[in-house]
């Protein structure tokens, strides 16, 4: 019923399983030098109940009509950047907005730059220092938010060859990869740390990074790291 209604064949379809944090857990540890194998994580992952499901909102899905869902997907290195805020808060309850910029192919995390305020400038100011490291990108998508739209962060990125694509209001799935990052950036860091101050936020989120990209394993990635991705992916050239 399901491929009736997208127009696409039943023999295309097929099942995507559930990203499971025991692997994840088992290739770190394999990694480090542990000679375990996934059933024995697997048991004493239950034993000790560290698998908590988590709670998730339904949502819909916009579909071309030869059943392709609507976005530009990634197929090489700087073909897609995507971009997104993240609210915090340090010990004393005021706020911050954590700026994250991933690469959508190798899911390399660019960028996790706190402030407590944001403006067009500012944006810019990490994104031509992104790039003067990592190369220009095709693409870059992000939400409506007014940071992303304003009118001189748009003529900065078109001078610079890069074309925005924007969501659509209230679709966050189509900047999936982007939602993954900031989850697994609450989850892992945000969530375990009280920063007292907004150097030591800058310093902690940093070495996270670092972490995310060269130690920890993906699934997407079959259990590899970001950065081996990159290695291996399309070279793209340098920002001018």
């Given at each position: 019923?399901?491929?009736?209604?997208?127009?696409?064949?039943?023999?295309?379809?097929?099942?995507?399983?559930?990203?499971?944090?025991?692997?994840?857990?088992?290739?770190?540890?394999?990694?480090?030098?542990?000679r375990v194998g996934k059933d024995r994580v697997e048991r004493i992952w239950r034993r000790e109940g560290l698998k908590v499901p988590k709670k998730q909102k339904p949502r819909g899905r916009l579909w071309d009509n030869n059943g392709s869902c609507v976005r530009l997907r990634p197929t090489h290195v700087n073909h897609v950047w995507s971009w997104d805020f993240?609210?915090?808060?340090?010990?004393?309850?005021?706020?911050?907005?954590?700026?994250n910029l991933i690469d959508e192919y190798t899911r390399k995390s660019l960028a996790v730059f706190p402030r407590r305020r944001w403006s067009s400038a500012q944006v810019i100011e990490v994104v031509a220092d992104t790039m003067l490291e990592h190369g220009r990108p095709e693409h870059i998508r992000s939400d409506n938010?007014?940071?992303?739209?304003a009118k001189q962060l748009r003529q900065w990125l078109e001078t610079a060859g890069t074309e925005t694509l924007y969501i659509e209001p209230g679709s966050p799935w189509e900047n999936g990869y982007c939602e993954s990052f900031n989850s697994r950036l609450r989850d892992e860091f945000l969530n375990g740390e009280i920063f007292y101050s907004?150097?030591?936020?800058?310093v902690l989120a940093e070495r996270w990074r670092v972490h995310y990209n060269t130690i920890?394993?993906?699934?997407?990635?079959?259990?590899?790291?970001s950065s081996t991705r990159g290695m291996v992916a399309k070279p793209q050239t340098a920002a001018t």
């Open positions: 019923m399901r491929a009736a209604l997208v127009s696409q064949p039943r023999g295309t379809q097929r099942y995507r399983p559930t990203e499971r944090e025991d692997r994840r857990i088992t290739a770190l540890l394999q990694h480090a030098g542990w993240v609210s915090h808060a340090t010990h004393d309850g005021r706020s911050v907005r954590l700026l938010g007014p940071e992303f739209v907004m150097n030591e936020l800058r920890r394993p993906h699934s997407s990635l079959r259990y590899k790291t």
